[in-house]
């Protein structure tokens, strides 16, 4: 997906802008999600897993991942779930995760969620640098959940303005 805008966007779904369950690879270069609203507790704007699984809050059962998924250049305003969300700006389970040159404003700012705007598992390989993370409310993390990753980096962040437990975890 390239150059889109999603804007203005509720749904009674996982991931207003973009729900992926699918063995596939995913590539979102340069595309907005503004206002992008999920009533379910995971995955405000984007949500994309091969196959779903069990979550407990704690770890994600029984997921299976895509191989690839890549987020770059994309930039995140005012997206949101029910109270109990995950994953304000991206839910996902990929074998190998790229987010780069990516940023936040205001996710989950106005009604507090549960976990981290970007809530991650990427058994295999995540990749994160130059994302930006500013104004947000959880209960637990704030930025950026890496859930199960055996190796990868986490280079050159900004992580402001958030009220939360703790900012990465």
């Keep these: 997906v390239l150059g889109c805008i999603f804007s203005?966007?509720?749904?009674?779904?996982?991931?207003?802008?973009?729900y992926i369950q699918k063995d596939i690879d995913v590539k979102l270069n340069q595309n907005q999600f503004n206002d992008c609203h999920t009533q379910k507790d995971r995955g405000g704007a984007l949500y994309?897993?091969?196959?779903?699984?069990d979550f407990d809050k704690t770890d994600f059962k029984n997921y299976q991942g895509v191989?690839?998924?890549?987020i770059q250049f994309c930039c995140f305003s005012n997206c949101s779930g029910s109270e109990n969300i995950y994953g304000s700006c991206l839910f996902?389970?990929?074998?190998?995760?790229?987010l780069f040159y990516t940023s936040t404003i205001e996710c989950s700012n106005i009604l507090q969620a549960t976990g981290a705007q970007f809530d991650m598992q990427s058994p295999s390989n995540v990749q994160t640098q130059f994302v930006n993370i500013s104004l947000g409310s959880a209960e637990y993390c704030g930025?950026?959940?890496?859930?199960?990753?055996?190796?990868?980096?986490?280079?050159?962040?900004?992580i402001?303005?958030?009220?939360?437990?703790?900012?990465t975890s």
């Design 48 to 53: 994309i897993v091969k196959k779903d699984g």
């Design 67 to 70: 191989q690839n998924l890549e």
């Design 160 to 167: 402001t303005g958030l009220c939360s437990c703790f900012a």
């Design 92 to 98: 996902s389970c990929s074998e190998n995760t790229k």
């Design 143 to 158: 930025g950026i959940e890496y859930r199960n990753a055996r190796q990868g980096f986490f280079q050159y962040q900004t």
């Design 8 to 18: 203005s966007i509720t749904s009674n779904e996982y991931g207003a802008a973009i």
